[in-house]
């Protein structure tokens, strides 16, 4: 008599593979960035960097609240006991995203702003793709807070 796990943990190990392969091919790329390119300004490397470190800490997160979710799998047969956990850390990723996804949206619109010949498209466009990008980080939080709240209480 073994115990019967939920049908998302499998999926969500296999997501977390593969995430955490990707997260290991940008961390050398930020590596290799760093080593090659020397001489780029200061403020470049902040963005790389800046990125690397959020998204460092998104794997640790989903990491941390897959282990929970997992251990109360197998432990007990439900996540009942580790749930919150788990909960918090896959909250704080799904925010850690919507920030990550902003700091990179905003880096590409300076470079936007920086690049147009006209002053009409200096302003007008970056000014409309930031109001895209804080409509993405509004609906981003509402979505994140509805399917977090989703999971089973």
């Known amino acids: 008599m073994g115990h019967r796990y939920n049908d998302d943990l499998g999926a969500l190990l296999i997501g977390q593979m593969i995430s955490t392969f990707l997260y290991g091919i940008s961390t ?30 998104n794997v640790i997160l989903v990491c ?21 956990l788990a909960r918090r850390s896959f909250f704080a990723s799904g925010v850690l995203n919507l920030i990550v996804a902003a700091v990179v949206q905003s880096f590409f619109i300076k470079r936007i702003h920086k690049l147009c010949q006209t002053s009409f498209t200096r302003y007008t466009l970056p000014s409309l793709l930031t109001v895209f990008v804080l409509a993405h980080v509004v609906l981003g939080a509402c979505a994140t807070v509805k399917v977090v709240s989703t999971f089973h209480r």
């Not at 929970?68 to 749930?83: D, F, L």
């Open 28 to 57: 050398l790329q930020t590596y290799v960035y760093l080593i090659r390119f020397p001489r780029d300004s200061p403020e470049l490397k902040v963005w790389v960097l800046l990125v690397w470190a959020l998204d460092s800490v």
């Open 64 to 84: 941390h609240g897959l282990y929970y979710w997992a251990w109360g799998m197998v432990s007990t047969g439900s996540v009942s006991g580790h749930e919150s």
